[in-house]
């Protein structure tokens, strides 16, 4: 790279439960090497908790951000869980910080403005939306919650699914959806025209305010390998139409592939950055609020995902291949994004996430990155240059 580029990292969901600066100790060198750090904040966080079964909400937790970070994406599910406190407090949080922030607002109009990072005379501009649900989490001309892109969702069988994407396998649908249907059935969404036109003009004007502009989705099926629908694609295609320079996408829980579209990267699921949620885990014996509503959502997880939590990851319980994760890399010269790179990941039992170059380590997680590019039939090429992965 030449000295006169810029680097921008983007990493997936960010979420910690205390704030231990334990978990960012192998991601400081490449987060201190970027010229502009952004990251998807999977949570809200509170101000002054004072019930002992939210610490974990406290936005205390999230201190070590400030400082690794110029800006943060709001547009998760779980962003309107503590309704309109939890906005606002975060919100405040981002703003005490000087962390820039986009995709969540105290209303609609907030939430879909673009946020600017202007740093090595480059202008990034950010949008994000939550394109998954649920839709009590959307804002609203006078509620708090994200920007999306709305959707209609269908149940369709399994077999019907098979027929029509007959490339994947019957194994990677395997799920039942909570809805009594007379087969085994997948939730599948169908994106709103209306809604899409919207986020199209948000993006071309965002576009005409800054050199290089990102694009954020919260979208992907959780925790269900390979799967990239459709209406994923259609979205970030719609978004690279309109002015974006590439789209980076989080929620699932587990990486998806990398699609190439007009010379333009599409991350259909950067996994999780830094995550440590030790409540999700089935013998977390710590105490929350929602004890029972805990422990039920730990039993329906493992039913309805599929997976059991390995013990030995207290406090990462995520699918077996969620080890496995990336970040987005993009080099920026002459105000354009001139190579668009992936920094490899794996997660260890500690719950730290290890960057890993041209190593074994590093060529295990390129090789699952290459399996799920290619069963998701997406188009990217990966190559080693140096300890970063090109791709093509």
């Known amino acids: 790279m030449a000295k006169q580029d810029v680097t921008l990292f983007f990493g997936g969901d960010t979420s910690l439960s205390t704030p231990d600066e334990n978990f960012f100790k192998s991601v400081d060198t490449v987060l201190n090497n970027s010229d502009i750090r952004m990251t998807q904040l999977e949570n809200a966080f509170m101000d002054g908790v004072t019930d002992p079964g939210l610490m974990h909400r406290d936005n205390k937790c999230i201190a070590p951000l400030i400082g690794r970070f110029e800006l943060v994406t709001l547009s998760g599910n779980h962003f309107y869980d503590y309704k309109e406190k939890g906005v606002k407090d975060t919100l405040d949080w981002c703003h005490r910080n000087n962390i820039a922030c986009c995709g969540g607002g105290m209303n609609i109009e907030e939430a879909v403005k673009p946020a600017f990072v202007e740093k090595c ?154 995550m440590c949620v030790p409540m999700l885990s089935p013998n977390y014996k710590g105490k929350i609020t929602t004890d029972k509503d805990r422990d039920d959502w730990v039993k329906n997880r493992v039913k309805r995902f599929g997976f059991v939590p390995d013990p030995d990851y207290p406090t990462y319980p995520f699918h077996p291949e969620s080890i496995y994760t990336a970040a987005a890399k993009f080099v920026i010269r002459d105000k354009k994004i001139v190579s668009n790179r992936a920094i490899l990941i794996k997660v260890e039992k500690d719950g730290v996430p290890y960057v890993h170059g041209n190593t074994k380590t590093g060529n295990e997680v390129l090789d699952y990155l290459k399996k799920i590019t290619e069963g998701a039939g997406l188009n990217a090429k990966y190559e080693w240059d140096g300890d970063e992965i090109v791709i093509s």
């Not at 649920?134 to 699914?161: C, M, N, Q, W």
């Not at 709103?192 to 979208?219: N, P, R, T």
């Open 121 to 274: 005379g480059v202008k990034v501009g950010v949008l994000a939306y939550n394109v998954i649900g649920p839709k009590s989490s959307f804002a609203g001309e006078d509620k708090a919650g994200t920007a999306f892109v709305d959707f209609h969702r269908a149940y369709i069988p399994l077999d019907e699914l098979q027929e029509k994407y007959p490339r994947l396998e019957h194994d990677t649908w395997q799920m039942k959806e909570p809805v009594q249907l007379d087969k085994e059935c997948m939730g599948f969404n169908y994106l709103d025209d209306e809604s899409c036109m919207k986020m199209a003009g948000e993006v071309a004007d965002a576009k005409k305010q800054c050199d290089v502009l990102l694009v954020y989705f919260h979208k992907g099926y959780v925790h269900r390998p390979v799967t990239v629908a459709p209406f994923e694609r259609v979205v970030s295609h719609i978004a690279i139409d309109n002015g974006a320079d590439a789209v980076v996408s989080s929620h699932s829980h587990i990486m998806h592939g990398i699609e190439v579209y007009k010379g333009k990267a599409i991350y259909h699921g950067l996994n999780n950055f830094v």
